[in-house]
């Protein structure tokens, strides 16, 4: 047996009613001021136009990446019947000039700008609402004002509102509401971590740069005798090979002519001693390599 559908007291079926205005019809009301604003058939120009501005703004998180890829779509024109309430209010609030606050109009402000701040203001108190629920007055104050809103972007739409005004509320708007609700959730969400990511992008940039500056620093301070001293134990290429198992001769290396005649003396010398030549030391001598004194 199904389980019953929990009973919807009254003060939730005001703020469903509200709801319901508020994210089915409020945004088709927009979209006729934004169509307005844009036409349709140049929009691809005037989003070309801003390009650099709006990616100011999706630098700033105020686009997001999809919404993004929605004003710029790969291989197709961007439309705007794919454009939620959220990206239509920012490129009519940075793109014309509609002002369009954060905080709700004075009631005697009855221009276009307040109406779209107005829809703003009230749906976001829905979407991060923590009851759920609306008092009559409540209710009757924003529904009215959620109206005349829409009535001032698009006239013909008045009589939509008063039918929804007491129009049967039943779950299926309940279910809308949650989803709605979910969907924003996950937006903030998403929103915070890419925040948050991003934030730790800039401090890892700010200490590799500190990282280059401090390398370039030490090689500027670097003294000439450090640099010297760097050369001198760069590799030296090496000199003539020779074999291990042959004794060294004076030939097998190409030395200047003093020291050549040096190693002569040093072994002349060797030889004489072993075999006790000891005459031939006394003999007068200035260079075996030349004439001998008279």
Not at 26 to 46: C, D, H, M, Q
Request: hydrophobic residues 35%; glycine residues 4%.
């Amino acid at each position: 047996m199904a389980s019953a559908l929990p009973v919807i007291s009254r003060e939730e079926i005001n703020f469903l009613r509200v709801a319901n205005l508020l994210i089915r019809h409020s945004p088709k009301a927009v979209r006729i001021l934004f169509n307005r604003e844009f036409n349709p058939s140049g929009l691809t120009s005037v989003l070309s136009k801003n390009r650099n501005k709006l990616d100011k703004l999706k630098k700033k998180h105020v686009i997001t990446q999809t919404q993004w890829s929605l004003l710029f779509p790969s291989g197709s024109v961007p439309d705007s019947s794919h454009f939620d309430l959220t990206l239509m209010v920012c490129l009519l609030r940075n793109l014309t000039k509609i002002t369009i606050q954060d905080k709700l109009p004075q009631p005697s402000d009855l221009s276009e700008g307040a109406a779209v701040s107005r829809i703003k203001y009230y749906r976001n108190q829905i979407a991060h609402s923590d009851s759920g629920a609306l008092s009559d007055l409540e209710f009757s104050k924003t529904f009215d004002e959620v109206s005349m809103a829409i009535e001032i972007i698009c006239p013909p739409m008045k009589t939509d509102c008063e039918t929804l005004k007491d129009a049967h509320i039943d779950h299926s708007v309940h279910d809308i509401y949650l989803e709605f609700v979910k969907n924003e959730k996950q937006m903030e969400e998403m929103k915070q971590k890419h925040d948050e990511l991003v934030a730790q992008v800039e401090v890892l940039n700010v200490e590799r740069q500190n990282i280059e500056s401090r390398r370039k620093r030490l090689n500027f301070n670097k003294t000439p005798r450090q640099t010297l001293k760097s050369t001198s134990q760069s590799p030296v290429s090496p000199g003539p090979k020779v074999k291990t198992n042959k004794l060294l001769s004076v030939g097998d290396v190409d030395l200047k002519d003093g020291v050549r005649n040096m190693l002569r003396r040093v072994m002349t010398n060797e030889l004489m001693s072993k075999f006790n030549i000891s005459g031939l030391l006394n003999m007068p001598q200035t260079d075996w390599g030349g004439e001998r004194e008279k």
